[in-house]
């Protein structure tokens, strides 16, 4: 008698299990797969029709696409090689006299903030400027220079008086460029450059 009730018992359960199991949704693995594979289809679910967002993609929806900085600082009529062309000092206004035979050459790179500027004589300076906004009245770009810092040989006596200007270019405060390019500051000084070509720049040193 007891092993006839174990044996209904048994069945009973069975029973029970099986209509459990019946009123929930089990989602059937495709057997032909490993679990690891199955684990993948899962996450698949998490997005959109198993596609992901390339990270050019994301990057370009939110203003971070390297392709968008690059396109920015090719567009940016600083950066390059220049060489100096004429110079200006004093109230009047006074031409500079410059050297036929050693060429000035300025360098503009794009820094993080700011921009970097290297010019050399005699001596190389390396200093940096911010655009800090505009002059509308005549077009130039509002500059706030950092100290130039530079070497400190004796130049050639044709060299003397640009290089005091050179050292002084803490004080430029505007600059633009309408083909060449112009950097004015205080006390009347005035710097012009013509953009060199990378064949140029190259021939000069």
Request: contains cysteine.
């Amino acid at each position: 008698g007891d092993d006839e009730n174990y044996e209904d018992d048994e069945a009973g359960d069975e029973d029970d299990l099986e209509a459990f199991y019946d009123n929930i949704d089990i989602k059937d693995k495709d057997e032909s797969k490993t679990t690891e594979d199955n684990d993948e289809d899962d996450l698949d679910m998490l997005y959109d029709n198993g596609t992901e967002t390339t990270d050019d993609e994301y990057y370009g929806e939110i203003g971070l696409n390297d392709d968008n900085e690059t396109d920015e600082k090719e567009d940016d009529v600083y950066l390059g090689r220049w060489k100096l062309i004429a110079a200006f000092n004093g109230p009047e206004h006074t031409p500079v006299s410059l050297p036929k035979d050693i060429p000035i050459l300025l360098t503009i790179e794009h820094t993080f903030f700011s921009y970097k500027l290297t010019i050399t004589v005699a001596n190389t300076f390396v200093t940096d400027f911010l655009v800090l906004g505009k002059d509308n009245e005549n077009g130039y770009d509002v500059i706030q220079m950092s100290p130039v810092l530079g070497s400190d040989v004796i130049p050639p006596e044709e060299l003397v008086e640009v290089e005091m200007i050179i050292k002084d270019l803490d004080k430029m405060t505007k600059i633009k460029v309408v083909d060449n390019l112009y950097m004015v500051g205080e006390d009347n000084v005035e710097l012009v450059c013509a953009r060199l070509e990378e064949e140029e720049g190259e021939d000069e040193q």
